[in-house]
């Protein structure tokens, strides 16, 4: 955005002025992209689609017929977590209080992690429910 003018009303602020872009990469965010390590060959054909006894349902016989293919996995970031304990995570509790009816502060948790590192995927996918029509500060 090229910015024309700033104003702020009744504490908000604002900001007028021209899209240059609407691409937005990890560099344009200063962030390091995430790094994708090499899993071999993935075979759909050998993954269980369901009960033994129950036909693969439909949307997974184009998978499975496109054949095996290289597999891939995205690094993790979850800049919320203790790293002395292997049961923290800061998404799992932000479900937790959301479940209990707490999504003011399961919505606090996420934007927390957002915060703190963007690549932190499930922060704002997690995010979208969670926060009250109200709105969340």
Not at 23 to 46: C, F, H, S
Request: proline share 9%; with cysteine.
């Amino acid at each position: 955005m090229q910015p024309h003018k700033q104003w702020s009303y009744a504490g908000h602020p604002y900001l007028s002025g021209e899209i240059a872009s609407t691409r937005l990469g990890a560099n344009a965010l200063g962030v390091v992209p995430l790094r994708l390590q090499d899993q071999g060959t993935w075979d759909p054909a050998d993954e269980c689609w369901g009960e033994a006894d129950e036909p693969i349902e439909a949307w997974a016989m184009p998978v499975i017929a496109r054949g095996p293919r290289p597999a891939f996995e995205m690094e993790q970031v979850l800049s919320g977590a203790d790293p002395d304990d292997s049961d923290s995570d800061p998404i799992t509790e932000s479900n937790d209080l959301k479940d209990s009816g707490d999504a003011r502060q399961a919505y606090k948790i996420l934007m927390k992690l957002c915060r703190s590192d963007l690549r932190c995927l499930d922060a704002p996918a997690g995010s979208s429910d969670r926060c009250p029509a109200s709105g969340v500060p």
